[in-house]
Structure formats: C-alpha cells, structure tokens
C-alpha cells in the first residue's frame, strides 16, 4: 500500500508540449491537491478537488487544467508548457479523519 | 486573501543550539498545522494545533498557537543535524471549505 504515488518522478519536455503529471493514493481520501514549490515562493496551490467531478482553482491555476473522473486519480495537465512552469510538483490528499494532507513524492518538471 | 507570513526564511545554527520559526497570519485561523520537508524529499505532517494559546511538545519540539489564532511557533531545543529541513506552518482548514494556505517554509541548516 503506497498510499499516494505520483509519475513520472522526473519529466524533461520542452516549450509548447502537453504534459501530464499522475497523481494516484490508496485512501479514498475525498479532497485531493496539487501544488508547485519554487524556491522562495513556498507552496502554492494550483488546483484542488473535493470530490469526484468536481474541482476548483488555487493560487496559480493559469496554465493547467485538472480532472476528477475517479476518486483516486487526479491528473494535472499543462496543455502548453512554458519554461516559467518548471517547478516540483506535488499532490497531496486530505484525511478528515485526522485533519492533515499527506504528500506524494513530487514530480520535478525542466521545460526547457 | 488569507496570507501566512513565517520567518526567518533561513537559519543556520550550531549543533546544539536552539531554533524558532515563527508564522502569522493576516486573519485568525480555525487551526495551524506544521510540516516538515527534509532536503530532496516532500513536506511531511508534524502537527496540528487548534486550540487558542496550545502548546504541544514532541520530543525536542515545541509548538504553541497564539491567543488569537492569528500566529504561531515552532521551537526546536537543542538542535541535531537530523533536524535539517524546511519547516512549513500552514494555516486555515477543510472545516472552513477553504484549503491550507502554506508559509513559505523557513530552511533550517545545522553545522555539527
């Protein structure tokens, strides 16, 4: 039981591609999100969803696009890669039992 | 928006020494949680705190949650170089429909 996973671990793609990150966890946790960490900029929110089919815009959702169709998946796409989009990323869900997120391992993007 | 400042943004320390992070908010928080992110790796749940003026130990640490509910501290004693990480506070909560909003994480360095 890997609880949350993520993939690809690392991902080089260049300006213009469509990428998708995959984001998968073992829980049923209802809420899941994605975040992007840049040095000095901390974590930022990108998207989050609270349950199947449906989902909502953080901090920085330009760029992205997010689906839902099963509880345990979230994929984040970016439909056109830009270099100001390398970043690591990581999706978390949320445990209402205990009230805390628990992070996948990240996923470090190089859009060169 | 809600905005979670925390401080310093790094902080060397000698082996031994003590640390603190400090975090505080523009607007009061339904609670705090803490995180730790060691070099490489993703942030990891340390605590929460939910109570006006808590303090919880673990171990070596100390958290506390302002009367308020608009700050709070994380208080190493004694520090070890397995402390080495960026120690994130993050505020706000699920309960209110509105997700954690993230310090930027204060990067703690340990010289042994």
């Known amino acids: 039981d890997a609880g949350i996973t993520q993939s690809p671990r690392y991902k080089i793609t260049e300006t213009g591609r469509q990428v998708t990150l995959m984001c998968h966890q073992t829980w049923s946790h209802s809420y899941m999100f994605w975040y992007r960490q840049d040095l000095g900029h901390g974590l930022r929110l990108i998207y989050y969803?609270?349950?199947?089919?449906?989902?909502d815009k953080g901090e920085v959702p330009d760029g992205y696009v997010v689906s839902r169709s099963k509880t345990e998946n979230f994929p984040l796409t970016l439909e056109s890669a830009t270099r100001s989009q390398t970043s690591v990323y990581f999706c978390?869900?949320?445990?209402?039992?205990?009230?805390?997120?628990?992070f996948g391992p990240g996923t470090r993007l190089t859009v060169l | 928006g809600q905005q979670v400042m925390q401080i310093p943004q790094y902080q060397h320390v000698q082996e031994g020494e003590d640390f603190t992070t400090y975090c505080n908010s523009s607007?009061?928080?339904?609670?705090i949680q803490w995180y730790k992110q060691r070099p490489g790796g993703h942030p990891v749940f340390l605590i929460q705190l939910v109570k006006s003026g808590e303090v919880k130990k673990q171990k070596r640490l100390t958290f506390q949650f302002g009367e308020a509910k608009k700050n709070s501290s994380l208080h190493i004693t004694a520090t070890q170089t397995t402390d080495v990480g960026t120690y994130f506070c993050?505020?706000?909560?699920?309960?209110?429909?509105?997700?954690?909003?993230f310090g930027k994480g204060t990067r703690l360095s340990v010289i042994a």
């Open positions: 607007t009061t928080l339904s609670n």
């Open positions: 993050a505020g706000g909560g699920i309960s209110g429909n509105t997700p954690l909003v």
């Open positions: 978390a869900s949320y445990s209402s039992s205990v009230d805390t997120q628990y």
């Open positions: 969803s609270a349950a199947a089919d449906i989902t």
